[in-house]
């Protein structure tokens, strides 16, 4: 199966978009500094490509990059010499201004096809504000040729500087019937893709990771832990986290997943099953506690909270910990 980053369907309003600025791009230079938002799995970094793409791409016409010219295939190869990346070091909290200088460094030093350069700074709320600060001289007055991606998860989360001299494209969750039928056609059993559909929320790169067993195994276990928890003990409760944080699973992932947990109980308790995300899950949970939708709804306020503090950077475990045992 090819991976989430292949997967973009539904965003067509933007893929006209970036047709335009590239049909534009070979009559003036183009540049500028983009923000794409969207949760993890909802195809960002393949926008990112995509966009690059068309401006890098020797083969203009269509709304995709043409895959096949050397532009492309070196895109493809991830070699190729105009274009960085930048993420955030695993044992890191932020992207430091060094990281930031040594990508400006590059971008200034490379030319090679004299045509455009990119940079993509993937998880851009993690930037330091020094860092930030150190790209706003080049968003300000950006090389023409040059084309600045950030990739985030909420606006909120960006310094307000790097923002206003930005440009912004939200991407959009599609219908789910879409994501369903989008993996059918990439050979998924009926069954399989309603009930990964009904998990992407609407996001197919999300479907398609999660189409990965042992992701979806412990993307369940996380809600798992939330819906359990109600029930539990307080040791109980520390210790299937203490279990859960041993897994791959990211602390943002984890209060995204708890945050759909916490408003399936709302939506349960407003009669609107449909719409929940993990029905079948909570159908096993629902006997074993009775709670009210005024505790649901301060339950979801509590992991809306907590990715706040995330995002102040407060310890990943205590902010964690800190909405199981309010449960
Ligand atoms: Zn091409």
Not at 209 to 215: G, P, Y
Request: with cysteine.
């Amino acid at each position: 199966m090819a991976t989430a980053d292949e997967t973009i369907i539904g965003q067509e309003n933007l893929l006209k978009f970036f047709n335009k600025l590239a049909v534009l791009s070979s009559r003036k230079p183009v540049g500028g500094s983009f923000i794409f938002l969207g949760p993890s799995g909802s195809g960002k970094k393949t926008l990112a490509n995509i966009l690059i793409g068309k401006l890098l791409c020797q083969d203009k016409p269509g709304l995709r990059p043409c895959g096949q010219c050397p532009a492309c295939s070196q895109l493809k190869a991830k070699v190729n010499g105009d274009v960085f990346w930048l993420s955030l070091n695993e044992d890191k909290k932020n992207i430091s201004i060094d990281e930031i200088r040594g990508l400006l460094h590059a971008l200034s030093l490379s030319a090679l096809g004299q045509g455009y350069r990119a940079a993509v700074i993937d998880r851009a709320e993690t930037l330091s504000n020094q860092a930030a600060n150190a790209l706003l001289k080049t968003l300000e007055e950006p090389n023409k040729k040059t084309v600045i991606i950030l990739l985030a998860t909420n606006l909120n989360d960006l310094p307000k500087t790097v923002i206003s001299r930005s440009q912004i494209f939200a991407l959009r969750p599609i219908q789910p019937n879409l994501v369903h039928d989008f993996l059918v056609e990439r050979g998924a059993k009926r069954s399989q893709a309603k009930t990964l559909a009904a998990l992407s929320l609407g996001w197919p790169g999300l479907a398609v990771k999660l189409s990965d067993d042992d992701v979806l195994s412990e993307h369940l276990a996380a809600a798992e832990v939330f819906f359990q928890s109600i029930s539990q003990d307080q040791n109980k409760r520390q210790a299937a986290l203490d279990k859960l944080l041993t897994k791959d699973l990211e602390a943002e992932e984890i209060l995204s997943i708890w945050q759909t947990a916490a408003r399936d109980l709302v939506l349960n308790k407003l009669s609107l099953v449909e719409w929940q995300r993990y029905g079948q899950l909570l159908g096993h949970f629902q006997d074993k506690f009775n709670f009210s939708l005024a505790q649901a709804v301060a339950w979801y306020k509590a992991t809306v909270q907590a990715k706040e503090y995330l995002a102040a950077n407060v310890n990943q475990k205590l902010v964690l910990e800190n909405v199981i045992i309010n449960l």
